[in-house]
């Protein structure tokens, strides 16, 4: 009966590690690949800026605390950084975000918000899925952004948020978190904010970038 007991953990043990392998190796075929280009350039890396253009009466970014409600707006915003090009370009930090700026950036009750991306900090553009009709599935990650504001309060902001991007016109959309994704932003090191941001919030941060090179438009297939 001993060594009938042994023989069936040894067995199970044999079966739970060869489910781990499999679901290791479906996670890693799960990040897709993709045909990059900008321009007529094809291979290596290119710069990229992108723009968010709105006004005072139509804000370009929308940044709002889902546990309190409390939204933010930005009259304007910008980021840059790099795009790999190529035939078989992984999904997984296929771009980076090395620099953002925000301009006029207000809540509540004529708060004055002061995004900052911290010197040296790199966010990454992921692809999620194969692009359907031009339109690729992509996130934000390994987001760091320190807020302070005119009031005292301050706090980080870290995590991915989801988007898409579209060939056709160029633009990278942030959009609240998809469902099943798992990804999202939240709110950290929170110091004065009278209950307006907690440690622990969800925050959705929303607005539409237009993605431009010296080559020409990006295009992700």
């Known amino acids: 009966m001993i060594k009938r007991n042994i023989a069936k953990a040894v067995l199970v043990g044999v079966a739970a590690s060869a489910a781990l392998g499999l679901a290791a190796t479906a996670a890693v075929a799960a990040v897709p690949t993709y045909k990059i280009t900008a321009g007529t350039h094809t291979s290596g890396t290119i710069a990229y800026t992108g723009k968010a253009i709105g006004t005072s009466s139509s804000p370009a970014i929308h940044f709002n605390d889902k546990n309190t409600g409390l939204g933010t707006t930005c009259v304007s915003a910008t980021a840059s950084g ?101 990804h999202k932003l939240t709110a950290s090191s929170v110091s004065s904010c009278l209950g307006q941001v907690n440690n622990g919030d969800t925050l959705v941060f929303t607005g539409t970038y237009t993605v431009t090179t010296a080559a020409g438009k990006i295009k992700i297939s």
């Open 82 to 182: 790099t795009m790999k090009l190529g035939a078989h370009v992984s999904g997984t930090a296929m771009g980076n975000i090395t620099k953002t700026t925000w301009t006029t950036c207000k809540g509540p009750a004529g708060i004055v918000l002061t995004p900052k991306q911290p010197t040296g900090s790199v966010w990454t553009l992921n692809g999620v899925a194969r692009p359907v009709n031009g339109v690729t599935k992509v996130f934000i990650g390994n987001v760091v952004a320190n807020v302070t504001t005119n009031i005292g309060c301050k706090f980080t902001v870290k995590g991915k948020a989801d988007g898409t991007y579209t060939n056709s016109t160029g633009k990278l959309k942030l959009t609240a978190p998809r469902v099943g994704d798992g």
